[in-house]
């Protein structure tokens, strides 16, 4: 079992950046498959971006590709989003999830979750 904690959220301008922590205990990090999931007010948790299968690459979703990128620090056991152009859509609780299997976008199949951290882009 891993466990995730994740950090970083704030309250920042439109435009603005952050970068999201998602740190990880318990053995076999390397083993996981990662992901950064997010709920906005009034929304259902939703994809926001995920390693590939083989680690090499990321997939994210339409509304935030090109401004936020994934990555990790296996010495660290810990997993990152950094955002950038930040928009008030993108107001939401992030999550960070880690599978065992590779599970992609899919939200249902991820096993392990975060407590969250809130993110508010204000205008």
């Known amino acids: 079992q891993v466990q995730l904690v994740e950090s970083g959220g704030a309250l920042v301008q439109v435009r603005g950046s952050l970068r999201l922590s998602c740190t990880a205990s318990g053995p076999g990090f390397t083993n996981y498959y990662m992901g950064w999931f997010r709920r906005a007010p009034g929304k259902e948790r939703e994809f926001v971006a995920a390693?590939?299968?083989?680690?090499?690459?990321?997939n994210y979703a339409i509304s935030v590709k090109g401004r936020f990128t994934i990555s990790r620090d296996n010495a660290k056991n810990t997993v990152y989003l950094q955002m950038n152009s930040l928009k008030p859509e993108d107001t939401a609780v992030y999550y960070c999830a880690a599978a065992l299997r590779y599970s992609g976008s899919n939200v249902g199949l991820y096993q392990h979750w975060g407590q969250g951290t809130q993110v508010t882009v204000s205008s």
């Open positions: 390693f590939s299968r083989d680690g090499g690459s990321a």
